[in-house]
């Protein structure tokens, strides 16, 4: 969850324009498989689906080693400043 909250920040963070700033909201995640404890790697993927005025929502998928989804992340964050 950490990873797709991570994924879903930065995504938002690409939107910003000087002296916006985010916080989030809100995250729900479905987890579809585990990862191995192995050290083995996940990366994240994510994009913003939507952007308003005050608000936005993107979408994660979390990857597991081999390539397959791990978990899919829905979160919001409010768009603050400017």
Excluded at 5 to 34: C, H, Y
Excluded at 54 to 76: C, H, I, K, N, Q
Aim: charged share 20%.
């Amino acid at each position: 969850m950490l990873l797709a909250d991570l994924a879903l920040a930065l995504a938002t963070q690409t939107t910003l324009a000087k002296g916006e700033w985010m916080a989030s909201v809100d995250i729900k995640v479905n987890f579809l498989r585990p990862v191995a404890g192995d050290g083995s790697r996940i990366e994240a993927r994510a994009k913003v689906v939507h952007r308003g005025r005050t608000l936005t929502v993107a979408t994660a998928e979390v990857l597991g080693a081999d390539g397959r989804p791990v978990a899919l992340a829905t979160g919001s964050a409010a768009l603050l400043g400017s």
